[in-house]
């Protein structure tokens, strides 16, 4: 589905029902506006339940003031109207109340985005706006004044957030991506002094090898090859509901028989991905019109030196990343299950995933299929799609349990003689 071919009342109400949905506004709070290209906004309505917005509840709003809708627009359209006055290339705005952010919205900080790559990349830069009344022209020029000088993100004091981007869905990315990464942060700070990382090593990020593969053209698809597109899109749509990916962020891949693999495909909504948004690598070339995730080569790394694994998934899920961000070794002998699944979790540093993909690969083993990637992601390989994703829930619930435990008392982990135990009885290498 593509988001631009939806009309701006359609993307308003898909947008809101993501945001209400993930718990990230109330039914009363927040508003999102489109500026369409005859200059016409279209806005979200004032005190109607956002739980249940249709495309006929959305205001539409002319730019001589003229209002159509059976409703009154919502009571912060003044600022809307001044941030795309103020800053033509804005054509969407998102304003909420999400809970991680409004929480350093009351303690007036910032949230640090250096501790995520793709959190950084996402976002580029942030910065918070005075407090003045809802709806009041104060609290518009405070929030204008800050768009003005570029900001595309304005956190407002002891309120919310302000996000414009050049569509809804850039919007909502950013909302996102910025809500985890406060979360993140909040999770981080229970269980060790956080990390940053430097400009300067963001710009290794930036990696563009895949784009320079050579393409191909399938001329058959087999039964296994369709048969494994919709299982892993069943569980990529799963893992995006249940947080372990965002909604371009999140990489999964699976290998064929063959030696083939296929990829998600890179800055594709993974809440509405279908099986062609999946890439297929055969051979080093890629499938023909289509852009593999940017961790491609890695994954092609690590089934070339590991007949054993089937499929590897990258990700950010909130709580395990509360240990990449940090210095805290992340140890799983906290239930057998967790052992079981998880092992011995390795690190890797930051610029290892970037610069040396061979080191990377060769980490992984049947006693450590899961690494740590320093202010980057979790990376999970399995010896199926399902065992994969299955470790990937199994470390982010174990993460979650050991930073509640931070809250309770002195964790006491499975001791060495429990370990051989459990070794001997699932016959662990
Ligand atoms: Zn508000």
């Not at 033509?88 to 909420?96: E, F, K």
């Not at 020029?141 to 595309?152: H, L, M, R, V, Y």
């Not at 004091?157 to 996102?176: A, D, S, T, Y």
Request: hydrophobic share 40%.
């Amino acid at each position: 589905m593509k988001f631009n071919l939806l009309h701006p009342a359609d993307q308003i109400v898909q947008i809101m029902n993501r945001i209400y949905d993930s718990g990230l506004t109330t039914t009363s709070g927040g508003n999102l506006s489109i500026k369409d290209d005859n200059g016409d906004i279209w806005i979200t309505p004032g005190g109607i339940d956002k739980g249940s917005l249709t495309r006929a509840d959305i205001c539409h709003v002319f730019p001589d003031g003229k209002i159509v809708g059976p409703h009154k627009p919502s009571v912060e359209l003044p600022f809307h109207s001044s941030v795309y006055e103020k800053r033509p290339d804005i054509r969407a705005i998102l304003h909420a109340h999400p809970p991680k952010l409004v929480a350093f919205s009351v303690v007036r900080k910032l949230p640090e985005l250096n501790i995520v790559s793709n959190s950084r990349r996402t976002c580029g830069s942030l910065t918070i706006a005075p407090y003045a009344v809802p709806g009041s022209e104060k609290l518009g020029d405070n929030i204008s004044a800050e768009f003005a000088k570029g900001f595309n993100i304005v956190v407002l004091e002891n309120h919310g957030v302000v996000i414009g981007g050049e569509n809804l869905f850039e919007c909502f990315m950013r909302f996102e991506t910025l809500e985890s990464t406060a979360r993140l942060q909040i999770n981080a700070n229970k269980v060790g002094k956080i990390k940053t990382f430097a400009d300067s090593e963001l710009n290794l990020s930036v990696t563009r090898d895949h784009l320079i593969m050579d393409d191909f053209v399938p001329n058959k698809h087999t039964p296994e090859e369709c048969a494994v597109r919709r299982d892993m899109i069943t569980l990529i749509k799963r893992s995006y509901r249940c947080g372990l990916f965002g909604s371009t962020r999140g990489t999964f891949s699976a290998r064929l028989t063959d030696g083939s693999f296929l990829i998600t495909s890179y800055g594709v909504d993974r809440a509405y991905m279908t099986e062609d948004d999946l890439v297929l690598i055969k051979n080093g070339m890629k499938e023909a019109g289509k852009v593999p995730s940017r961790s491609v080569m890695l994954h092609k790394r690590i089934y070339e030196k590991h007949p054993e694994i089937r499929s590897v998934i990258g990700a950010e899920p909130p709580h395990a990343m509360a240990f990449a961000v940090t210095d805290t070794e992340f140890d799983p002998r906290t239930i057998p299950e967790s052992y079981i699944q998880l092992r011995y979790v390795q690190r890797v540093n930051f610029s290892s995933v970037y610069v040396d993909i061979e080191k990377v690969a060769d980490m992984f083993s049947e006693r450590t299929p899961v690494l740590i990637c320093e202010n980057n992601q979790i990376l999970v390989s399995g010896e199926s799609l399902l065992n994969a994703f299955d470790r990937l829930e199994v470390c982010e619930a174990t993460a979650k349990s050991i930073i509640s435990a931070c809250d309770i008392g002195e964790m006491v982990h499975i001791s060495e003689d429990e370990v051989k135990e459990i070794d001997k009885a699932f016959n662990l290498k």
